[in-house]
């Protein structure tokens, strides 16, 4: 943890101007972006009497290493500043809106001959009629299964249309009367497009035309003594009043607007909106996020409205109106911002008194509901993961809490193709993006002690090489321009590590700023061997503030680095039971890519081994004369027309190729995994 007065800019230089400010940690990171109208006056405030700081703030600015700052031109620059750096470096102590997933629409395929209902989500595509969004997705197919009655439009995927049409029979849904059957000719292609629109028509609000036309058509088979087409009928008209209740108009036709409420607490926030359009709720949606700092309602509706439009392909789905329940201090600016997203005028405001108001009251109790739902729901598995790693902090007598925890494991054959893999846990929670393999070749792959050390070695030379690379941020520096882990790995891959024009030998992507840092705990899956092993690769680096801590198969006892006997946790802890979960998934990652090396590993060819015959030069062989049989029959001038084939390779081919007088030939390529021949 950072001393925040070693790093707390002069008052002096630090400008009273607009701007946006970064706090990054020792290593680099960005861990906290934010804007201010005066620059000076809010980062004095970071630095006063932590006693008075926010818990979490008082967290960040000790975590931080360093701290930067823009300036600016005008408030509205440093708001769009301030987003684009959050979407660019998502930092840990910003509270951050993530959704899982797109919400749902009901969708109506018009651009295809045979128009399809169903559900989509994502962004829109030209050609097909929305509806919604809804929430949730079971309220949009139980809407269509009742549709369906009346409007009878095919739901079917491509592949169920073709088969239908090549079988002659439809599917299930021809069979129950809830598709008009357009793949065996039930239905002409206008006939079934106009049944698309009929049902376009009704979702979007002409529902009373059709009861109406429903309701004459009973009166006339009543009439006419045709009582089971009159019950239809009763049942159809039934099934469209449900639908037409529960998109219910709660506010005037032309009203299109997002209505957004908070509920909170201390340490986390819920956010509810309903999406109503034509004055229908036509969907709903939700947050729960942590505070991580001590924000007003009002900075919290800045923060929630950057994020939820700003990452909007479509800017369509921005309503005309926002309603919030208090304006952010900055109103005008924001309105601003999203009318320009948009592309139309935004009109930001909060409900005063009427139905918008009870509407508005309406989404503050779901977002407490689910405020306390949310609550119920985590408490087990949080409590369980933070119980898990208090106590392995406590066993293993350490000063840090274990944010981050990195464990490796070697996977070979009788020590052929030997891999390793990393594998991270952030928070209990597993980081699947900062996984890494390595290969192991040479000298290092002789046993698993030095394969262990090779693996601990690469890595924490690409974290060391980072700290050298990157250097120390200086007070007020902006780096605008930075190359980035993408552009580090093509590079690589075009000049090898070394820049000897051969790529990296595992094929893997380099570390990079955003993950060569350093874990609060390696794990290694094995006893005292590997455990010195690895502390030993850490040691020669000159590394003394990484703990190492090995887990043994054999009685799940831990053993750190020196001590003679090990470390026994109680078979039911939490933290045990932690480890052993990264171990395994560990071991899992390191046997994956292991099966996948050797499988490539497991074709030979007559032509390898010929010294100067790589890879590139084989193909040509093999294009140029179709089969190893027809190369090994041809002359070494015959060779030499491949291009790259000199005299001297010439007559090392034939050479190898040949067979010894009294032997029999060459045996052909084989794979020896199937026992395919490959000649």
């Not at 206008?190 to 059709?210: N, P």
């Not at 049942?235 to 209740?245: G, M, T, Y």
Request: glycine share 8%; net charge neutral; aromatic share 6%.
């Amino acid at each position: 943890m950072a001393d925040p007065a070693s790093y707390r800019p002069k008052s002096g230089e630090v400008p009273t101007s607009p701007g946006v400010y970064r706090f990054r940690d020792p290593d680099g990171r960005v861990i906290y972006v934010g804007k201010a109208k005066s620059l000076r006056s809010r980062l004095a405030s970071y630095f006063q009497d932590p006693a008075g700081l926010h818990p979490k703030t008082r967290t960040m600015v000790f975590t931080a290493g360093s701290v930067e700052w823009t300036v600016v031109g005008s408030e509205l620059e440093a708001l769009q500043l301030e987003y684009t750096w959050i979407k660019q470096f998502t930092p840990r102590f910003n509270i951050m809106y993530r959704d899982d997933k797109s919400y749902p629409y009901l969708a109506v395929t018009l651009n295809e001959k045979y128009p399809r209902v169903q559900v989509m989500r994502g962004d829109k595509r030209k050609g097909v009629k929305y509806f919604g969004p809804f929430h949730p997705a079971k309220a949009i197919r139980e809407t269509v299964d009742l549709m369906l009655r009346v409007f009878p439009v095919r739901t079917c995927s491509s592949g169920v249309f073709r088969r239908a049409e090549l079988s002659g029979r439809p599917c299930l849904m021809g069979y129950i009367d809830k598709c008009a059957a357009p793949c065996v000719g039930r239905i002409s292609p206008d006939d079934h497009r106009k049944l698309a629109q009929d049902f376009c028509d009704f979702m979007a609000g002409d529902a009373h035309v059709y009861i109406r036309r429903l309701e004459t058509q009973m009166k006339e088979a009543v009439a006419d003594l045709r009582y089971e087409d009159a019950a239809r009928r009763r049942d159809d008209i039934a099934a469209l009043k449900r639908v037409f209740e529960r998109n219910a108009v709660v506010l005037p036709e032309t009203t299109e607007a997002d209505i957004f409420a908070f509920a909170e607490d201390e340490l986390e926030a819920a956010v509810q909106v309903f999406h109503v359009r034509e004055g229908r709720i036509r969907g709903q949606r939700g947050w729960v996020v942590e505070k991580v700092e001590d924000v007003t309602p009002a900075t919290m509706v800045e923060q929630l409205l950057e994020q939820v439009y700003g990452s909007l392909e479509d800017t369509s789905r921005i309503p005309r109106e926002v309603l919030v329940p208090e304006l952010p201090d900055n109103a005008e600016q924001v309105a601003t911002l999203l009318s320009g997203i948009r592309g139309a005028h935004v009109n930001l405001r909060v409900p005063q008194r009427g139905d918008k108001k009870a509407l508005m009251d309406t989404v503050k109790e779901n977002a407490e509901l689910a405020l306390k739902l949310h609550k119920s729901r985590r408490s087990g598995d949080l409590t369980t993961r933070s119980a898990a790693l208090r106590e392995l902090q406590e066993a293993l007598e350490l000063d840090e809490p274990l944010l981050r925890i990195e464990c490796y494991d070697i996977s070979h054959v009788s020590g052929t193709n030997v891999v390793g893999s990393m594998v991270v846990v952030e928070d209990g929670l597993p980081k699947k993006a900062d996984y890494r393999k390595f290969s192991v070749t040479g000298e290092a792959a002789r046993d698993d002690t030095a394969a262990m050390r090779h693996v601990l070695t690469r890595r924490f030379k690409h974290y060391l090489d980072d700290q050298e690379r990157s250097g120390t941020f200086a007070t007020g520096q902006i780096e605008l321009e930075e190359t980035g882990p993408e552009a580090e790995w093509k590079a690589e891959q075009k000049t090898g590590p070394d820049g000897g024009g051969a790529p990296a030998a595992d094929g893997a992507r380099p570390a990079s700023r955003r993950f060569a840092y350093p874990p609060s705990l390696v794990v290694v899956d094995g006893g005292p061997p590997q455990v010195a092993s690895a502390a030993q690769a850490l040691q020669d680096l000159g590394i003394t503030d990484v703990p190492v801590v090995g887990l043994a198969k054999r009685l799940e006892e831990l053993w750190l680095p020196g001590d003679e006997f090990p470390l026994v946790l109680p078979r039911a802890s939490q933290g045990l039971y932690l480890l052993q979960r990264i171990r395994d998934e560990s071991h899992r990652f390191a046997i994956s890519f292991h099966r996948q090396k050797r499988g490539a590993s497991m074709v030979s060819s007559a032509l390898d081994g010929i010294e100067g015959l790589g890879p590139a030069r084989q193909k040509a062989l093999l294009k140029h004369f179709g089969s190893v049989k027809r190369i090994r029959a041809a002359t070494v001038e015959h060779l030499q027309e491949v291009k790259g084939v000199g005299p001297a390779l010439a007559e090392s081919i034939h050479a190898a190729l040949q067979p010894e007088p009294g032997s029999e030939a060459v045996t052909p390529g084989v794979n020896l995994t199937t026992g395919e021949i490959l000649d």
